[in-house]
């Protein structure tokens, strides 16, 4: 298992203290020191099934600077951008063992990344 983490981000603290709490054992990717590539956040996303611009933090102050909010939806483009600026990538993100992906903001994610543990 594996964790997609930003330990400024409240959720992000949440989602590892009940990773914690279960006792699994897992690897903590601050994602902000060690970006994923396209093409790991492009098969991460498959297995989540969204697109990037679902899981884009459009509220950072670089979503506005690159006009995400008007950008027209070409995956590979949004990747790109979502890459070489990781903040705009949703965290926590969790990798189970099973070869699923997770968004975990909240307790029912956790759960759901856990059942594969």
């Not at 994923?36 to 670089?62: Q, Y």
Request: net charge negative; with cysteine.
């Amino acid at each position: 298992m594996e964790i997609w983490h930003n330990p400024r981000c409240s959720k992000s603290r949440n989602a590892k203290a009940a990773l914690d709490e279960a006792g699994v054992a897992y690897t903590e990717r601050r994602y902000l020191d060690e970006p994923p590539t396209a093409a790991e956040f492009d098969a991460i996303l498959t297995k989540i099934g969204a697109e990037p611009w679902e899981v884009a933090r459009m509220n950072e102050a670089v979503a506005k600077e690159l006009g995400l909010k008007d950008l027209e939806h070409d995956r590979a483009r949004w990747i790109e951008l979502m890459v070489a600026n990781p903040v705009l990538i949703q965290r926590p993100i969790v990798l189970t063992d099973d070869g699923r992906a997770v968004v975990a903001r909240d307790t029912e994610s956790v759960r759901q990344a856990l059942d594969s543990a």
